[in-house]
């Protein structure tokens, strides 16, 4: 074996061993801390600016108490893989705004709504009953004068209200997410805007 060759597979085995390395020491050491900093909803809004939007409902919601993140939003698969994935989404869509030439707040603004349409973490009922069962059981009835629905629907029970069996980004249903079918992750006010996205007014005659 030539010299030469003996140096470039020394420096491949050097190079393999040191990524090896360094990924054993990423994720013993660096990992962890950084997921845990990424728990926080600051961190979220730090490093995705999509997320400042989200940020702010947050800190405006009953809910501006929780300080991690995953209290109420417990990812589908594998996390990392799920930040990767926002992270190349960001990353395309504002390099194709500057590309285009046009406004990168729009972007953001599009991204942000993207994400409230398909959240990838969105709660389920089990995660919203954790606080809920423990210090308010919702009430089996609910009646809100302020939504013109309750003039002809003088209540609505939880229990036969049958939101699971409604199409929503849940896809195919909302089995499993009945509370945020309602109730937004942050601003947990049932609206008459609510209502008429599963019941539009137009079929009312």
């Known amino acids: 074996m030539e010299l030469g060759e003996k140096v470039i597979i020394g420096l491949v085995v050097v190079v393999t061993l040191g990524v090896i ?10 990992m962890p801390a950084m997921m845990e900093e990424m728990e926080k909803p600051e961190s979220c809004a730090s490093n995705c600016h999509e997320m400042e939007y989200f940020l702010i409902s947050h800190q405006n919601s009953v809910h501006n108490h929780i300080e991690d993140c995953h209290d ?21 869509a504002i390099a194709e705004a ?9 972007a953001l603004e599009a991204l942000a709504d993207h994400i409230e349409q398909e959240p990838p973490a969105s709660p389920k009922v089990e995660h919203c009953m954790e606080c809920h069962s423990k210090h308010r059981t919702p009430p089996e009835e609910i009646a809100d004068p302020t939504i013109s ?7 609505i029970k939880h229990t036969t209200h049958r939101i699971s ?8 249903s909302y089995e499993g997410h009945e509370c945020v079918a309602c109730h937004n992750d942050h601003d947990v006010d049932v609206t008459e805007e609510t209502c008429t996205v599963c019941h539009p007014p137009g079929k009312h005659k």
Do not use: L, Q
């Open 98 to 106: 500057m590309m285009e030439g046009s406004d990168t707040n729009e």
């Open 149 to 155: 629905c309750f003039k002809c629907h003088p209540t």
């Open 21 to 30: 390395i360094g990924a054993a020491i990423g994720a013993v050491f660096i």
């Open 72 to 92: 109420c939003h417990h990812p589908h698969g594998i996390e990392m893989f799920m930040y990767m994935g926002h992270a190349t989404h960001h990353a395309e």
């Open 165 to 172: 069996e409604y199409v929503g980004h849940e896809s195919p």
